[in-house]
Nanobody
Framework: QVQLVESGGGLVQAGGSLRLSCAAS????????MSWYRQAPGAQRELVAT???????NYADPVKGRFTASRDNAKNTVYLQMNSLKPEDTAVYYC????????????????WGQGTQVTVSS
């Protein structure tokens, strides 16, 4: 079973920065894409950024140029560096890992983290 531990959320003023982390643990052999989603109150969950196992990234338009996703494959960890934060970035941020192969050979398609709150004050 995969365990995902997210950290780094909090309260920050507009224009500030935060760095989210999501560490996957368990008997993991490899992970495919790692993604960040967010869900604001009353809104649907939306994709923020995705990074493939090879390091290719894709970002939602509202965060392009401000957010940077990166990963450490040796640590099975994905990061989201968030700069120039805006009040509209306020949401619960979720990590999702995809294409998980266990050391046993078992495969898990997707797994979600528990979410971490990011609040940006104006």
């Amino acid at each position: 079973q995969v365990q995902l531990v997210e950290s780094g959320g909090g309260l920050v003023q507009a224009g500030g920065s935060l760095r989210l982390s999501c560490a996957a643990s368990g008997s993991i052999f490899s992970i495919g894409a790692m993604s960040w989603y967010r869900q604001a109150p009353g809104a649907q969950r939306e994709l923020v950024a995705t990074i493939t196992s090879g390091g290719n990234t894709n970002y939602a338009d509202p965060v392009k140029g401000r957010f940077t996703a990166s990963r450490d494959n040796a640590k099975n960890t994905v990061y989201l560096q968030m700069n120039s934060l805006k009040p509209e970035d306020t949401a619960v941020y979720y990590c999702k890992v995809s294409g998980i192969y266990y050391s046993s050979g078992h495969y898990l398609h997707d797994y979600w983290g528990q979410g971490t709150q990011v609040t940006v004050s104006s």
